[in-house]
Structures are given as C-alpha cells and as structure tokens.
C-alpha cells in the first residue's frame, strides 16, 4: 500500500532492464519498499539491475521473463504478478529508439519500434489498468518523451510511438479519474543511459538519477504530466510553435 | 433494532480515505438496510474483501479498502437506552452524537467519548477508543458489556467478555479495527450524571515540566484530565484542564430548573482562532498563541458545556480541510512513564524539520484491558498533527518510531497511516495471538483494508 507520506511497498517495472526505472526505485524512500518485479526480456543488464536492488536491501526482487511483442501473454502475465500481491508503483519503461535510416529503407524495422513501443504498450497498459482499477490504488508511470511532443525529420518513427503512446497514457489517466488508481506520464528530454549511447547530446541532456527524482516528486504531488528535467515543459512550448518549414531547417 | 427493507442496498463506486485526507482508494459503497443485508454480502464476497467503516474519523486508512466493498454502516443507528440499568443498546452506525441528544437529557453520559463526537459505537469499538477519563476509566471497550458481529461465514455471534466462550473473540474485536468482522450492535454501560455541565479546572503551565508534573500529581483527583501543549514555544508551555460533570451542587445560574439540557450549538470560541488559509509555521504560532492566551491563569470549578469541554473542534465543519490536498496525519504515541522524554523530543524533533505541531494533546494513561491490539497502556500518549506535504517528516518520524519502540512504546492504529509493519509487529507483541482468534473468526481472509494490507495484519 501507499502510505500518508507517499512511500510504496511493491513496484513492477516492465522494461526491467531500464536505467530510468532502476534511478526512480532507488529515488523513493527505501524503508517501506518490500517487493520488486523486474518484467523484461532475458538479459545480463536485467540481471545486473535485478542484483543491485538487492544489494541495496529491497527484501524481494524477483525477475520475470515479459515479452512486449508478445501481446497474447500480456493478460496472464500482469494477473500472475498482482495475483501474488497488490501492486503499489508500476513503471512502463521499456521502449527501444531504432535506427531512423534502417526504419525507412526497411519498414520492417519501423514495424518492430511501433510493435514495442507502442502496440506493447498499449497491451499491457491496458491489462495494467484493469488490475490497478480492480485493487482501488496504485500508480502507473508511462515513460513518454519529447520525441512524442513534436515530429522530427531525425527520429520520426521513435517520436511517433512516443507521441500515440503519450495520447494513450492521457486518456487511460482520465478513464482511471475517481478509480483511487491514477497516471503519471514523463516526458524525459535525452537522458544519458545505453539506449542514447553514442548519440550527439541534444540541449537539456540529463542523467537517469535526475529524471528518477522527478518521478518520485511528481508521484508524491500527484501529478498527471511532468518533464525531466523540469524546465524542458518550456522549450518544448516554445518547439511546438515553431512553424514546420522553419522547423524543417533548424538542426535536428 | 435492526431497519429492515425490502428494497436493495444502495451501492455506488467512491474514493475513501481517512480524517487525514491521505491515500485515498477506490470501492464499492453499500448501505446496508440490515444486518442480512451484511450476512448476504459476506457470504458472496469476492477477493478483495469487504470491511466496515463509520463516520470515517480515524486519520489514516483504517476505514477504506481498495477495491473492496465496504459498508456504510451510518444507515443502522437505531438505539434502545435501558434507565434502569443505565445501560443503551446500539446499532454499531449509531453515531456518539445522536447518543448524547438522547442519554444527557436522561441523566447519562457515554463511558468514553473521544475528541470528536462523530464516532460510531462500531468504530469506538474497533478502535477501542479512549477519552480524558482514560487513566481512571480505562478505553471504550472496558464499557462494552455484549456485541453481535458477523464473522467471515456470514454468521451472527454474540460476544462477552465474561463469557469464556467467546471473551478471547470479544477482546480480538476490541481495538481490531474491523478485521475479525462486521459489529452490528453493542450493549454497553453508561455513567449517571446530575448535570449537562462540566467543572472545570484550568491551569496555565509555563513550560512542559510543569505540566508533567502536574499531570503525576494531580490528575488522579480528576476523572477527565488533559493538557494542550503548544507546540512551537521551545518552553512546552501548555494549558491544562481537568473536570468531572458538575453536581446539582455545583450547578448554578439561569438554567436551573433544567440542569440536563444539552444544546450542541453552544461552541467553545477557539474555532474562531482556526486559520483559514495555509498553515505554515508562522499561522500555527498565531494560534498556539491564541489559544494559550484564552485559557484563564488558574481557575477552579469553572463551568462549561459538555461541547465546549470535550469537542472543540467538532463546532468547525471540515476542519481537517486547511492542510490542504496533501491532508494530514496525526502522530500518536503511548510510552510508559519512563520515557516521558519522549514527548520533548517529538516535539523538538518536528520543530526541526518546520513541521510544528498545529494541535498538540498530552495526557496520561492508565491500565491497558485485555484487547491484544488495545493501543492505550500505562504512560504517556502524545498526539500531534503535522501536514502530510511535509517532506521532511517521513525521515523524523521513522526515527522517532524507533525511539518509542524500543522504550516500550506503540503507536496508536486509528490515527497510523505509515508506520511500518515491523514497527508494528515489535510493538504489539500479542499480534500473532490476535492474528489466530482473527483466523478463526475469519478464516477466508473477507475482512480486509488499506491498513490491514499496510502492516500486514
């Protein structure tokens, strides 16, 4: 259960492998924190995320194999976990960013981001927020991005999930309104962690820590929307109204 | 007793929390038109449960639970006061209010009443709530002579504490807080009063030694004892007001040919001191202020109204509001008397972290009664009110709880709403004894809440 002051007891984090996710566990206070389903594909880096939450003393962490692609499954594999406990937090953090160029000579690849990021999404979302509808609390974090806030020439098709993404976490926030569970979507501008590594660092690049403290603070305050870092709400204002053949032209 | 209707309860979907406006969660409200009506719901209850709640008067999350269908027990408040025996019999939504518009004018007064008259006789109950007379007096529960509750199968039991048969159930009951099932009626005794009037002695204190050892001194020539300690003043200072209902000896003035008349809207004029915008450090130094300044110096056998003396607060609609969305909580201690540094500490400790108390309650308990989950025992009980957006808070009263538990100490369940469940399993050391009469009563696990789930009860 969320206690008065906002702590937590039991989180599922579904991308359990994200550095966002992990930064956003260890930025809530710790002492309530009893259980922690890491959800995600096999990997060494869902391991090691699995292992350093233990190492800071969460009593339970346990990893579950989840498959966004596999939307079939989704039902049965949100079931199993809130079967076993209520689910105070669960943070939707998987999402893959592509290769713009490869997306556009092979629409396959542009498939597979939408599958993930998106259809994955909206799936398990959904399964989600019946469960959290059903046990009367609890919060779900929709990792979006800026991305979504505007189409850009250089990552259209990762922008674009994020955008239908955004929608859709808005809308499921107000069909969750008087449900006692609620929606808390983040808008992170770049965040430095595996997924942009190697990639020219955009204005506002900011660390997992950052975005994970901003997370917890919005969930304590009850937000709907934040961005990460703050401020980005502003450029990102003034982005959108940027009219596209200029937009076309500035550096992407 | 009981109001049967033919029609279907009412049902609808709402968001509940408790008097501190924190964590609130989603469940289906019914209005039970009788107890059938619960028996039924029981018996088809699903996997989040179902749980009782009153006048929602405990702070945290004792009265909701997510998901779950919870009774709107207010609709059954039918009562039946026996004179000769000075004794009532009441429908657990029977609220301590409609009680007192009735029995004051008979001559009787509730056994314990808390700082609000909007409590339930269930609620009382499964709080085991105490009042000012608690170091003489004992907690509601000691009063309680017989209940019906429905267990966890849908049947009807009638409990005693005098009867071995069922006293280990009657006392899980007591202070259990709605899990061991639904209490749908009570039987309990009354105390004899001449008066509607209270004498009262007032004492201002200068620091919060003094008050303390007034306390000790004093507070066993009085029935009703209580000090008021301002919270922001590093000196403790605090007022102190100590009474009994007023004899026909003692009563005087106009109203003499009508000594019991009970009239609720005659208010206490603190209220007028409440704040109404946000509270911050500077508006509840405004109001410790005021409300040390109105209490006389040293007054003996003052007269007030049984409204003025033991519900203040009750004269302000909503009060709990001026916190603002993140609402309040209200930490409540008990600690044997040797650590009554605790209570400097607290209040040091919240100064601290700019999270002063607004309405800060001291007084002194008596002997605990057999309910494994009764929260008062011998010592000192602090309660203390601090907003929830505090974020500061969190850290201090984590280490305060290690402070009380290892003194010996406990908090209080009806006013809890993050404490964890170790804390709570350290402090009541006869959990696990409560656990299995809880069991027994409910052994398919239907009585649940927020609470419940938090600490792992």
């Given at each position: 259960?969320?206690?008065?002051?906002g702590?937590?007891?039991s989180?599922?984090?579904?991308?359990?492998?994200?550095?966002?996710?992990?930064?956003?566990?260890?930025?809530?206070?710790?002492?309530?924190?009893?259980?922690?389903?890491?959800?995600?594909?096999?990997s060494?880096?869902?391991?090691?995320?699995?292992?350093?939450?233990?190492?800071?003393?969460?009593?339970?962490?346990?990893v579950?194999a989840?498959?966004?692609?596999?939307?079939?499954?989704h039902?049965?594999?949100?079931?199993?976990?809130?079967d076993?406990?209520?689910?105070?937090?669960?943070?939707?953090?998987?999402?893959?960013l592509?290769?713009?160029?490869?997306?556009?000579?092979?629409?396959?690849?542009?498939?597979?981001?939408a599958?993930?990021?998106?259809t994955g999404?909206?799936?398990?979302?959904?399964?989600?927020?019946?469960?959290?509808?059903?046990?009367?609390?609890?919060?779900?974090?929709?990792?979006?991005?800026?991305a979504?806030?505007?189409?850009?020439?250089?990552?259209?098709?990762?922008?674009?999930?994020?955008a239908?993404?955004?929608?859709?976490?808005?809308?499921?926030?107000?069909?969750?309104?008087?449900?006692?569970?609620?929606v808390?979507?983040?808008?992170?501008?770049?965040?430095r962690?595996?997924?942009s590594?190697?990639l020219?660092?955009a204005?506002?690049?900011?660390?997992?820590?950052?975005?994970g403290?901003?997370?917890?603070?919005?969930?304590?305050k009850?937000?709907h929307?934040?961005y990460?870092p703050g401020?980005?709400?502003?450029?990102?204002?003034?982005v959108?109204t940027?009219?596209?053949?200029?937009?076309?032209?500035?550096?992407? | 007793?009981?109001?049967?209707?033919?029609?279907?309860?009412?049902?609808?979907?709402?968001?509940?929390?408790?008097?501190?406006?924190?964590?609130?969660?989603?469940?289906?409200?019914?209005?039970?038109?009788?107890?059938?009506?619960?028996?039924?719901?029981?018996?088809?209850?699903?996997?989040?449960?179902?749980?009782?709640?009153?006048?929602?008067?405990?702070?945290?999350?004792?009265?909701?639970?997510?998901?779950?269908?919870?009774?709107?027990?207010?609709?059954?408040?039918?009562?039946?006061l026996?004179l000769?025996?000075?004794?009532?019999?009441?429908?657990?939504?029977?609220?301590?209010?409609?009680?007192?518009?009735?029995?004051?004018?008979?001559?009787?007064?509730v056994?314990?009443?808390a700082?609000?008259?909007?409590?339930t006789?269930?609620?009382?109950?499964?709080a085991?709530?105490?009042?000012?007379?608690?170091?003489?007096?004992?907690?509601?529960?000691?009063?309680?002579?017989?209940?019906?509750?429905?267990?966890?199968?849908?049947?009807i039991?009638?409990?005693?504490?005098?009867?071995?048969?069922?006293?280990?159930?009657?006392?899980?009951?007591?202070?259990?807080?709605?899990?061991?099932?639904?209490?749908v009626?009570?039987?309990?005794r009354?105390?004899?009063?001449?008066?509607?009037?209270?004498?009262?002695?007032?004492?201002?204190?200068?620091?919060?030694?003094?008050?303390?050892?007034?306390?000790?001194?004093?507070?066993?020539?009085?029935?009703?004892?209580?000090?008021?300690?301002?919270?922001?003043?590093?000196?403790?200072?605090?007022?102190?007001?100590?009474?009994?209902?007023?004899?026909?000896?003692?009563?005087?003035?106009?109203?003499?040919?009508?000594?019991?008349?009970?009239?609720?809207?005659s208010?206490?004029?603190?209220?007028?001191?409440?704040?109404?915008?946000?509270?911050?450090?500077?508006?509840?130094?405004?109001?410790?202020?005021?409300?040390?300044?109105?209490?006389?110096k040293?007054?003996?056998?003052e007269?007030?109204?049984?409204p003025?003396?033991?519900?203040?607060?009750?004269?302000?609609?909503?009060?709990?509001?001026?916190?603002?969305?993140?609402?309040?909580?209200?930490?409540?201690?008990?600690?044997?008397?040797?650590a009554?540094?605790l209570?400097?500490?607290?209040?040091?400790?919240?100064?601290?972290?700019?999270?002063?108390s607004?309405?800060?309650?001291?007084?002194?308990?008596?002997?605990?009664?057999?309910?494994?989950?009764?929260?008062?025992?011998?010592?000192?009980?602090?309660?203390a009110?601090?907003?929830?957006?505090?974020?500061?808070?969190?850290?201090?009263?984590?280490?305060?709880?290690?402070?009380?538990a290892?003194?010996?100490?406990?908090?209080?369940?009806?006013?809890?709403?993050?404490?964890?469940?170790?804390?709570?399993?350290?402090?009541?050391?006869?959990?696990?004894?409560w656990?299995a009469?809880?069991d027994?009563?409910?052994p398919?696990?239907?009585?649940?809440?927020?609470?419940?789930?938090?600490?792992?009860?």
């Amino acid at each position: 259960m969320n206690d008065a002051l906002g702590e937590v007891q039991s989180v599922l984090v579904l991308g359990g492998s994200s550095e966002i996710a992990g930064a956003t566990i260890e930025a809530l206070p710790r002492n309530r924190l009893r259980r922690v389903v890491l959800a995600g594909r096999q990997s060494p880096a869902l391991e090691d995320a699995a292992m350093h939450l233990g190492n800071i003393g969460i009593p339970t962490v346990e990893v579950a194999a989840f498959d966004a692609t596999d939307t079939e499954s989704h039902g049965a594999f949100v079931d199993e976990v809130f079967d076993h406990s209520d689910i105070d937090l669960v943070i939707l953090a998987f999402g893959v960013l592509g290769d713009q160029q490869e997306a556009e000579a092979d629409p396959a690849q542009a498939v597979h981001i939408a599958t993930v990021n998106y259809t994955g999404a909206v799936s398990v979302g959904l399964h989600v927020a019946r469960r959290l509808r059903q046990q009367g609390h609890g919060n779900l974090v929709v990792l979006s991005s800026v991305a979504g806030d505007r189409a850009r020439r250089s990552n259209y098709v990762y922008g674009s999930t994020k955008a239908g993404l955004d929608a859709f976490a808005q809308g499921l926030g107000d069909a969750l309104a008087g449900s006692g569970a609620s929606v808390l979507v983040v808008r992170p501008g770049m965040v430095r962690t595996r997924m942009s590594q190697g990639l020219p660092e955009a204005p506002m690049t900011t660390d997992p820590d950052v975005v994970g403290r901003a997370i917890v603070q919005g969930l304590r305050k009850g937000k709907h929307t934040i961005y990460a870092p703050g401020p980005l709400r502003f450029l990102m204002g003034a982005v959108k109204t940027v009219p596209r053949p200029v937009f076309r032209k500035l550096p992407q | 007793m009981t109001v049967t209707s033919p029609l279907a309860a009412d049902e609808r979907d709402v968001l509940l929390s408790g008097w501190g406006r924190t964590a609130p969660s989603g469940a289906r409200l019914l209005a039970p038109r009788s107890a059938e009506d619960i028996r039924e719901t029981i018996s088809v209850a699903g996997p989040r449960g179902v749980l009782a709640r009153g006048l929602g008067r405990s702070y945290g999350d004792a009265a909701q639970s997510g998901g779950a269908t919870v009774f709107d027990m207010t609709n059954l408040h039918s009562f039946d006061l026996d004179l000769t025996a000075g004794t009532v019999t009441a429908d657990a939504g029977a609220s301590v209010d409609e009680l007192l518009r009735s029995i004051v004018p008979a001559g009787f007064f509730v056994p314990v009443t808390a700082g609000t008259r909007f409590v339930t006789v269930g609620g009382a109950i499964a709080a085991d709530i105490h009042g000012k007379n608690h170091h003489v007096e004992g907690s509601f529960g000691a009063h309680v002579i017989s209940m019906r509750v429905v267990d966890g199968q849908g049947e009807i039991l009638e409990l005693r504490g005098d009867d071995p048969a069922t006293s280990d159930m009657f006392w899980a009951t007591v202070g259990g807080m709605g899990l061991t099932g639904v209490i749908v009626e009570a039987t309990f005794r009354l105390l004899a009063i001449e008066t509607a009037q209270m004498s009262v002695d007032t004492v201002r204190c200068h620091d919060l030694d003094e008050v303390m050892t007034r306390m000790i001194e004093g507070d066993d020539d009085y029935r009703y004892s209580v000090a008021w300690i301002d919270s922001v003043a590093t000196s403790g200072r605090g007022v102190l007001t100590r009474g009994d209902h007023a004899s026909m000896d003692q009563f005087h003035g106009a109203k003499k040919s009508a000594p019991l008349d009970y009239d609720t809207t005659s208010l206490p004029s603190a209220p007028a001191f409440l704040p109404g915008g946000l509270l911050n450090t500077a508006t509840v130094r405004a109001f410790n202020e005021a409300w040390f300044r109105k209490a006389p110096k040293d007054k003996q056998a003052e007269l007030h109204s049984i409204p003025a003396f033991f519900h203040p607060l009750d004269g302000v609609k909503d009060w709990n509001r001026i916190y603002g969305p993140q609402g309040f909580l209200q930490y409540q201690f008990v600690v044997p008397d040797a650590a009554g540094w605790l209570v400097e500490r607290t209040l040091s400790r919240l100064r601290d972290v700019g999270a002063p108390s607004f309405l800060t309650v001291l007084k002194r308990f008596g002997p605990a009664n057999p309910g494994p989950l009764s929260f008062p025992q011998p010592g000192w009980t602090l309660a203390a009110d601090v907003p929830a957006a505090n974020e500061r808070l969190g850290p201090v009263l984590d280490e305060l709880d290690e402070l009380v538990a290892a003194e010996g100490g406990r908090l209080y369940l009806a006013k809890d709403s993050r404490q964890s469940p170790a804390m709570l399993a350290q402090t009541y050391p006869r959990l696990g004894e409560w656990q299995a009469v809880r069991d027994r009563m409910d052994p398919r696990g239907v009585f649940t809440s927020d609470l419940g789930r938090r600490l792992s009860l």
